[in-house]
């Protein structure tokens, strides 16, 4: 599948949300980097460790709102 066009996601959240449910920054992650629990659920809590990671890293630079 080809990646979601950044730019449309920040148009479609700038339309649909209001300011403070807005992400601060958007983070692009392949479906195998989720972090599932047991029930395959994503976990939240790891995928915010996965980003401040990533991001004290310098890893891939995720785009500011």
Same mark, same amino acid.
Do not use: I, N
């Given at each position: 599948? =080809? #990646?979601? /066009? =950044?730019?449309? *996601?920040?148009?479609?959240?700038?339309?649909? *949300? $209001?300011? @403070? &449910?807005? #992400? =601060?920054? @958007? !983070?692009? *992650? =392949?479906?195998?980097?989720?972090? !599932?629990?047991?029930? $395959? &659920? /994503?976990?939240?809590?790891?995928l915010s460790? %996965?980003?401040?990671?990533? %991001?004290?890293?310098?890893?891939?630079? /995720?785009? /500011?709102?």
């Amino acid at each position: 599948a =080809e #990646p979601f /066009p =950044e730019a449309e *996601l920040r148009d479609w959240a700038h339309k649909q *949300l $209001s300011a @403070y &449910k807005r #992400p =601060e920054v @958007y !983070l692009r *992650l =392949e479906r195998d980097e989720v972090p !599932l629990g047991p029930t $395959s &659920k /994503p976990q939240r809590g790891d995928l915010s460790e %996965l980003a401040r990671r990533r %991001l004290t890293a310098g890893g891939s630079r /995720p785009s /500011p709102r």
